[in-house]
């Protein structure tokens, strides 16, 4: 949350040149506060598991979130119960002539397959237009954010050699930015991927630029310029035993897999896993939170966001 200080406190320049958030009481004085509308598009097969992961991460803020589940009308769930998706989920037609602060796409395990091939492409791309004027800010997972970066700006995903599997260090690569607040120089995220986006590519496009990313792991964060649009390719939001979950099912079915890097103590998987990304995963979310949906959403939602950034 922004601290309040009085108009011409000298503390108020130098606290904005160390880029901690400050807020006239002019501005706060005229600040309203409402309970924030998110809706999340759970893509992934374990609903139930990503629900728990997003929800602790929109929960750790003194913001008032509403929740809204959302879960693709055009596919049949396999791994998840149609009585779980009844009793807890909405379906995009269902929400259409609303409004939402914030929305959060997840990954889903279809990375390998063209876009087109997605049972559910078509419903998807009319929800992420749908977004540009019914959502203050959009934050991609995974392969969501590949989705987004295709959909909105045309760039491609490429097959790794080798799944990125694992915790690697990644940076900032644009100071400042409100998104990567508080941020170290470096920090851990897991990565769980066969395909990638490169930076060539979004450097290329009109009005995205990339904020952080690893040596390893290549992107991390991209953004349209005011963050109406954000695009994260890693799993912060994983809990602690995701990735071991992820290699011993990959083991078990006798899929080629190398250890996830860097989670392990000595990389030695019998050995109880380290979580190393979990702080960096609420400061992403609860600057997300604040800063692209609290900070920008008018008052009135129902005053739509045709002004919105992009
Ligand atoms: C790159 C990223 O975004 S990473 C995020 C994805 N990560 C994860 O999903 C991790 C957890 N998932 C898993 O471990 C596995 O998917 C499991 C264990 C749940 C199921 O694995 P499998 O039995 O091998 O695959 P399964 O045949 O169930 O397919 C997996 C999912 O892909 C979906 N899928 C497969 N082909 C398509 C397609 N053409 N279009 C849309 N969805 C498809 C399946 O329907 C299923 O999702 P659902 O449960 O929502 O219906
Ligand atoms: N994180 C995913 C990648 C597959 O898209 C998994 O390991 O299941």
């Given at each position: 949350m922004p601290i309040k200080v009085p108009d011409n406190l000298p503390a108020k320049e130098v606290l904005a040149e160390e880029n901690i958030f400050v807020m006239d009481e002019s501005v706060a004085y005229h600040q309203d506060i409402r309970p924030l509308r998110i809706a999340i598009l759970n893509l992934m097969p374990t609903k139930e598991t990503t629900e728990t992961q997003l929800l602790r991460l929109i929960g750790n803020t003194p913001l008032q979130v509403e929740a809204v589940l959302l879960h693709p009308k055009t596919h049949t769930s396999k791994n998840t119960s149609s009585e779980h998706l009844e009793a807890f989920y909405k379906t995009f037609d269902e929400v259409e002539e609303e409004r939402f602060d914030g929305m959060i796409i997840t990954g889903?395990?279809?990375?390998?397959?063209?876009?087109?091939?997605?049972?559910y492409w078509d419903e998807l791309k009319t929800i992420m237009d749908w977004t540009v004027d019914n959502v203050t800010s959009t934050l991609h997972i995974c392969w969501g954010a590949q989705a987004g970066l295709y959909h909105h700006f045309g760039i491609p995903k490429y097959p790794l050699e080798e799944k990125i599997f694992g915790v690697f260090?990644?940076?900032?690569?644009?100071?400042?930015?409100?998104?990567?607040?508080?941020?170290?120089?470096?920090?851990?995220?897991?990565?769980?991927?066969?395909?990638?986006?490169?930076?060539?590519?979004i450097d290329k496009a009109e009005g995205l630029e990339v904020l952080s990313e690893s040596e390893e792991a290549g992107v991390y964060i991209a953004s349209s310029r005011q963050g109406k649009q954000i695009f994260v390719t890693g799993?912060?939001?994983?809990?602690?035993?995701?990735?071991?979950?992820?290699?011993?099912?990959?083991?078990?079915?006798?899929?080629?897999?190398?250890?996830?890097?860097?989670?392990?103590?000595?990389?030695?998987?019998?050995?109880?896993?380290?979580?190393?990304?979990?702080?960096?995963?609420?400061?992403?979310?609860?600057n997300w939170l604040n800063y692209y949906v609290?900070?920008?959403?008018?008052?009135?939602?129902?005053?739509?966001?045709?002004?919105?950034?992009?």
């Amino acid at each position: 949350m922004p601290i309040k200080v009085p108009d011409n406190l000298p503390a108020k320049e130098v606290l904005a040149e160390e880029n901690i958030f400050v807020m006239d009481e002019s501005v706060a004085y005229h600040q309203d506060i409402r309970p924030l509308r998110i809706a999340i598009l759970n893509l992934m097969p374990t609903k139930e598991t990503t629900e728990t992961q997003l929800l602790r991460l929109i929960g750790n803020t003194p913001l008032q979130v509403e929740a809204v589940l959302l879960h693709p009308k055009t596919h049949t769930s396999k791994n998840t119960s149609s009585e779980h998706l009844e009793a807890f989920y909405k379906t995009f037609d269902e929400v259409e002539e609303e409004r939402f602060d914030g929305m959060i796409i997840t990954g889903a395990p279809v990375e390998q397959l063209p876009f087109e091939e997605v049972t559910y492409w078509d419903e998807l791309k009319t929800i992420m237009d749908w977004t540009v004027d019914n959502v203050t800010s959009t934050l991609h997972i995974c392969w969501g954010a590949q989705a987004g970066l295709y959909h909105h700006f045309g760039i491609p995903k490429y097959p790794l050699e080798e799944k990125i599997f694992g915790v690697f260090p990644h940076v900032v690569t644009k100071p400042n930015t409100k998104l990567m607040r508080g941020f170290d120089e470096e920090f851990y995220v897991p990565q769980s991927r066969h395909t990638e986006v490169r930076r060539e590519d979004i450097d290329k496009a009109e009005g995205l630029e990339v904020l952080s990313e690893s040596e390893e792991a290549g992107v991390y964060i991209a953004s349209s310029r005011q963050g109406k649009q954000i695009f994260v390719t890693g799993h912060a939001e994983y809990d602690p035993l995701t990735l071991k979950w992820e290699y011993d099912r990959d083991k078990a079915k006798g899929l080629r897999i190398d250890v996830p890097k860097n989670y392990y103590p000595n990389n030695d998987p019998t050995r109880f896993p380290r979580s190393t990304w979990r702080a960096h995963a609420n400061l992403l979310f609860s600057n997300w939170l604040n800063y692209y949906v609290y900070q920008e959403t008018p008052y009135d939602l129902g005053k739509a966001q045709k002004h919105a950034l992009l």
